[in-house]
């Protein structure tokens, strides 16, 4: 047996903590590895901006600005790779792709009110 194909066996269903806010999992198919990576406190931030929604005037503006979504470190990092750019140099840009992030269905679920008037 290969040094490689038995680390990967070893490597194979195990575990591990990433960092205090992501856990890695590795699976091994066709002699490839795959890391999933999650992060266990997404589903209660999701859960938690669903009920600020549900609860008008629970969230006030803040004085530096409007709390208008929490979006999970794990949807944020995915978002950027499916090519929404809230990164952009150019500000007009980089607002727009927030809108429209907004506008999809996790993007809805990451809202912590449920307004129809124009954030960015």
């Known amino acids: ?10 490597l194979d269903g195990q575990t591990e903590v990433a960092d205090d ?3 890695d999992q590795f699976k091994v198919e066709d002699e490839k590895l795959y890391r999933i ?7 209660a931030i999701l859960e938690h901006n ?5 609860n008008p005037g629970a969230v006030n503006d803040l004085s530096y600005g409007r709390l ?3 979006i999970p470190d794990i949807v944020y990092i995915q ?3 499916d090519g929404f750019q809230f990164n952009h140099p150019d500000k007009h840009i980089a607002r727009a ?8 269905p996790i993007g809805k679920a990451c809202m912590v009110q449920d307004k129809t008037t124009r954030y960015f």
Do not use: N
Not at 1 to 10: A, D, F, G, V
Not at 50 to 54: E, S, V
Not at 97 to 104: G, H, N, S, V
């Open 50 to 54: 669903k009920q600020l929604r549900l």
């Open 79 to 81: 978002a950027l790779k």
């Open 1 to 10: 047996m290969s040094e490689l194909k038995q680390s990967l066996e070893t």
């Open 97 to 104: 792709e927030k809108r429209r992030f907004l506008k999809t």
């Open 21 to 23: 806010l992501f856990v």
């Open 68 to 70: 208008v979504a929490d």
């Open 37 to 43: 990576r999650t992060q266990p406190t997404e589903s």
